[in-house]
């Protein structure tokens, strides 16, 4: 199987599941819709529940020890927060979910812009900081075939439906970060090879988890947190792992 077939397919399924929904979305009254969201954000708080559980992984307390998984999972976040915010990355995806959305739909009304923008960032947050994203990319870069991503790419098209039937277009665009974003990690997988350890895939999972539940809280009305920029936070969990136990 040809590398990076995962991620063409999982492209494929957001646009597929975004057109389904615009047309779905555009027949049902907005209370409907809002309901719909609702439901998504239950369903992501459900799923980064699960994610976050990563931190007791036996993987990450043998290798950092017993006390440390949620220190480091903290840490990350952090850390990650910090400089996700000098890097300004939240204004930066709704600047470029504003770029797409001037440059697909040239509508110049306000509302119409802040559902695209939000639909973009939203999708573009759940489709890329679930485990399944860096798991099964890097498994596809390592050669060990695209399962993972054929199975994250169903999950996506049927969200994609939900989202889209709310937010519209912005989740179509939201192909282009799974794209990119799925792209790197598969290429550096096959340049980098397994770099990724069981316990630093438990702390990028344990952090992706609380990362999702911002995004949940978002999709509630509950809280506009700036998840994205709380992404480095992915990069610096497995760094935070490595430190930690060479110094053990």
């Given at each position: 199987m040809i590398a990076g077939t995962g991620t063409v397919v999982n492209v494929a399924t957001v646009l597929l599941?975004?057109?389904?929904?615009?047309?779905?979305?555009?027949?049902?009254?907005?209370?409907?819709r809002d309901l719909v969201t609702d439901a998504l954000g239950l369903v992501t708080?459900?799923?980064?529940?699960?994610?976050?559980?990563?931190?007791t992984d036996?993987?990450?307390?043998?290798?950092?020890?017993?006390?440390?998984?949620?220190?480091?999972?903290?840490?990350?976040?952090?850390?990650?927060?910090?400089?996700?915010?000098?890097?300004?990355?939240?204004?930066?995806?709704?600047?470029?979910?504003g770029w797409l959305q001037k440059r697909l739909s040239g509508a110049s009304d306000s509302a119409e812009r802040a559902r695209f923008i939000e639909g973009f960032v939203t999708s573009s947050l759940v489709f890329?900081?679930?485990p399944?994203?860096?798991?099964?990319?890097?498994?596809?870069?390592?050669?060990?075939?695209?399962?993972?991503?054929?199975?994250?790419?169903?999950?996506?098209?049927?969200?994609?439906?939900?989202?889209?039937?709310?937010?519209?277009?912005?989740?179509?665009?939201?192909?282009?970060t799974v794209l990119v974003v799925q792209g790197t990690i598969t290429v550096l997988g096959a340049l980098l090879g397994d770099v990724l350890s069981d316990a630093g895939l438990a702390a990028v999972t344990?952090?992706?988890?609380?990362?999702?539940?911002?995004?949940?809280?978002?999709?509630?009305?509950?809280?506009?947190?700036?998840?994205?920029?709380?992404?480095p936070g992915l990069v610096v969990a497995p760094l935070l792992v490595s430190a930690v136990a060479a110094f053990r």
């Open positions: 599941g975004s057109a389904v929904g615009v047309l779905a979305g555009n027949r049902l009254p907005s209370r409907t708080l459900l799923i980064a529940a699960l994610s976050a559980l990563a931190v036996p993987a990450l307390a043998d290798a950092v020890g017993s006390h440390a998984p949620l220190l480091i999972v903290l840490a990350s976040l952090v850390v990650g927060g910090v400089i996700g915010s000098l890097l300004r990355l939240e204004q930066r995806v709704e600047s470029l979910g890329c900081t679930g399944l994203t860096i798991l099964g990319s890097l498994s596809d870069g390592l050669g060990h075939g695209a399962d993972q991503l054929y199975l994250k790419a169903t999950l996506d098209g049927f969200a994609a439906i939900a989202f889209a039937a709310s937010f519209g277009w912005g989740v179509a665009a939201s192909a282009l344990a952090a992706g988890g609380l990362m999702l539940v911002g995004v949940a809280l978002r999709l509630l009305r509950i809280r506009e947190i700036a998840v994205a920029d709380l992404l």
